[in-house]
């Protein structure tokens, strides 16, 4: 089932540029293989913002929440779901 | 490149509704069309609403605006659009 | 699985008031056959406006989109889903 | 009488880990107690917010005040109340 | 039991103005009945505008909505509901 | 001449225990003084929220701006005034 | 006592220009007799926008708004009343 | 002096085409004949939108006013007007 | 040439008092210089709010810009500018 | 390919002046750098905002995304990018 996901990062200024480099490392490497598990399908940046657009594709909610809370950026992010449906239109 | 779209379609309630059939014939074949030409790469139904997320993937800006704005319910539609980057944890 | 839907209803000044009637025991029937069948959970009113809070328990997004927006009333509605999860501090 | 209550959790990023893990678990128990008691009817989780989406039953808005305003989280926590009429298409 | 009301009127441009100054008339009397019963405890015309800041006093919600639905201007208002608790520093 | 105000209260999260109960204790007072004296005629408990909803009846702006801006905790509130005329269908 | 106001004009698009004429200009007699009489203090005309700021002076909320209403093109006007005190700063 | 301006164009679903197509064409020339007088500096469409962002150049408030009430699309467009000064890093 | 402009003074909580003290001192002088010399036309108190409506009277956006960016508070302030023509009804 | 970009410059109040002043310098540095190659075809300050409209001319929505995310005030911006398309009624 398709999710769209939009995750905007706001770190506070005054975090540790050490520790946070360390999250960043391990979010992407979640991220990765996430995407290689087929539960991340797509990534995005918004061109000129800390932000993404994502789509994931899990089981139900419950999966989406335990990956989106799991990520180690998750506290510093601001996150956005919306449930995607077939569209009549779409092809394939 | 990639074009990050949301369109909601608001008709006018006293439509006519055989010619708002015929647009919405005129805007499935459109899509499909462009579907298959690889210019309108993702279109998903927001569930609930009468709305769409949709990826463009085209040469520039003026193009999308031609695509856009040439669709059958372009003058019922609230569009926005948001360019996307590549992101550097994105695979593949 | 279970969606959170709010639904804001806006007809427009000037329907008629019989057709109007009519979409409104059908939305009424159709809301009570769901009910019944265990997909629309609960169903309450927002005091002071025509508007209602809904849980839907649908197996996935398709199911959901499809029974909303054959609702009779879907064409005057405003509305906004969104997916719950469990909760890690719900009992039973 | 029923009341849909959104709560949205911010704690502050510097606050103390072991502080706020004390406050996590008093929370949890006080939820869980309230649901046991009858008072917090539902209490689902938005799926990728640090979010609930929650059903009081109480028997008025004072009675409401003192348990919102008595969970251990209450000074992070953004919070809107939203009072449930019955709805006349409701079954049961 | 208290609640902070407010409503904007927004009659369509169009309403026949005849019908309209009935309405208005009949939402005057009813207010002005609901005053003297006590459910209606203040109304207030917020200033430069179509709108009135009220506070009401009901056994509950469902009355409060049955209250409020029953108006003559209900069509054509938008309202906003608040629960009022008793504040602690409030005297007598 | 009445006034509506809405006070949201937000102390910042390190503020200090001791010196915020002492400004808690202040406003007490100050209120209550206030109500006394018939300048703030009502203060109500917004459920669930950090905030009330009150009515002043002072001679002038300049009079309201003066009590509102020495109420101890004003550094810390959000707040909005409204003017509130007499409405026409107002008893008593 | 002096109040800012912003107005913003929205005329219907069916509107019968002749009577929309007339409207407005005796919504011109009206602000210059009350810009004579001293009451509309200020009247500017917002750069782009079919709006105006202005400043008013009058006795109480009540006369404020019967002014306001009063206004030949109050019933197509959004208007927005800030209630404004002596500023500390302010000179003469 | 340069004006940032941002116009979204909104016609009345039920306007009578060749008017429409009548006011456009007379929109054309006059922009066209702003933009050679150098009044107009730029001119973008805004990509997916019926909207344009615009940049003006002209003597003061009351040109720019005068310019865009002018314009024959007028009456049917939200504008927005940002006043634009010299950026200390700009060059040339 | 006429601006309106809204500033809203937003002090961090932690800010030192003595230098803060001093900061207001100094605007309070440059506001009134300001106003002695014309610039500053008018300047009020939004009833109950930490925040200012004034009018300036200068040459051009860029020395708008200048006086405003000059201000002491100006690192603590929120501010909005709306550029002001005359209005057709406005006598003097 | 043009781009339309807003940016506000939101640094913490805690921030290093000296810092802070280094940062400055290289942004000035990078812009000057950028509008000499012709990337950053505009830059105007917003008349009494901390914040600047810029239009962009690059190749890509990456090449937009590498040139504002390399900034160095990057950290302490919000940026808001919109693109730009051919108007139909542009001149030259």
Chains 1, 2, 3, 4, 5, 6, 7, 8, 9, 10 share one sequence.
Not at 5 to 17: F, Q, S
Not at 32 to 51: F, S, T
Not at 55 to 68: K, T
């Amino acid at each position: 089932m398709l999710y769209h996901v939009r995750m905007d990062v706001c770190p506070p200024h005054d975090i540790d540029p050490a520790w946070f480099d360390a999250l960043k490392a391990a979010e992407k490497e979640k991220a990765q293989e996430l995407q290689r598990a087929g539960k991340w399908r797509h990534l995005w940046r918004i061109a000129g913002e800390y932000a993404n657009v994502s789509i994931f594709d899990v089981a139900d909610h419950d999966e989406l929440h335990a990956l989106l809370s799991g990520l180690p950026l998750f506290p510093f992010m601001s996150i956005a779901v919306t449930p995607l449906a077939r569209h009549p239109s779409a092809i394939g």
